[in-house]
């Protein structure tokens, strides 16, 4: 099985390291193209006005100066000389839990993957946050080859792409595996942080609140709370179905045409 390994924390970050091992296990033909620099948050954008630069950086390795989504393109459409079976990206380093799919560039490499027709998965692993502390790779490396074989034998729908969590836990620690939905946090979860540069000039940063959620039964932030690993089936099909009729009904049109 021919693998692409991606990632949007870039191509020196430990997490691309430890999926890189945990595809060897997985496939016999691995490639990985990520991003140059850290790509956290960049969602599914892609470049249109800036060139993207290839460097071959080891065998079968490379970066691209880009996102994570260019960096997919760049894989299947010119690097690899045939696509690939099944896309991994990750380990993120921290959750892509609830409203984080929006803003993931990890996810979003996963869904460029699936519009070109390819099985993807993202994975990340979670952690404190805390200052000076990496997330337990360890749990995310020991768990991830079985789950992947599974889910890459799997049959899955043309739009569906697959995000998988590991808690942070220890691998021995963990409680087991949730299949979820995607959940949504209660809480004001990103706030601005007002700082004073060298010259008292201020400047402001993007923070996330501390404060847990109080998430709901069956999502994927109560199941990585709880210790399981969570996995949840993503559509890129992003219409609501279930509001279409209100919709339709609104705008005095037909709902069924
Ligand atoms: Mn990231």
Not at 54 to 67: D, H, I, M, N, S
Request: charged fraction near 20%; charge should be negative.
């Amino acid at each position: 099985m021919r693998v692409l390994v991606t990632n949007d924390d870039g191509i020196h970050a430990p997490g691309l390291a430890c999926l890189e091992r945990v595809a060897a296990q997985v496939g016999n033909d691995v490639w990985t193209v990520a991003p140059e620099t850290d790509q956290s948050g960049v969602a599914h954008s892609m470049s249109l006005n800036d060139p993207l630069r290839l460097r071959e950086v080891g065998k079968q390795r490379f970066a691209v100066r880009g996102t994570p989504t260019d960096c997919v393109l760049m894989a299947v459409r010119h690097v690899l000389p045939e696509p690939p079976d099944l896309i991994l990206s990750g380990f993120n380093k921290g959750q892509n839990l609830a409203e984080d799919i929006t803003y993931s560039g990890t996810v979003a490499a996963a869904i460029e993957g699936t519009i070109l027709g390819i099985t993807s998965i993202a994975l990340s692993q979670a952690y404190s946050f805390a200052p000076d502390i990496q997330p337990p790779y360890e749990t995310a490396e020991a768990l991830a080859p079985d789950l992947i074989r599974t889910l890459a034998d799997l049959d899955v729908p043309a739009e569906t792409l697959i995000n998988i969590n590991f808690p942070n836990r220890a691998p021995g620690a963990v409680e087991g595996v949730r299949v979820t939905r995607q959940g949504r946090r209660n809480i004001d979860f990103l706030t601005i942080d007002k700082r004073s540069d060298g010259r008292g000039n201020p400047y402001y940063w993007l923070t996330y609140n501390g404060r847990p959620p109080q998430p709901d039964v069956g999502t994927d932030l109560e199941a990585v709370r709880a210790g399981f690993v969570s996995v949840t089936p993503l559509s890129i099909d992003m219409t609501d179905h279930a509001c279409k009729a209100k919709v339709s009904e609104a705008l005095g049109l037909d709902p069924d045409r």
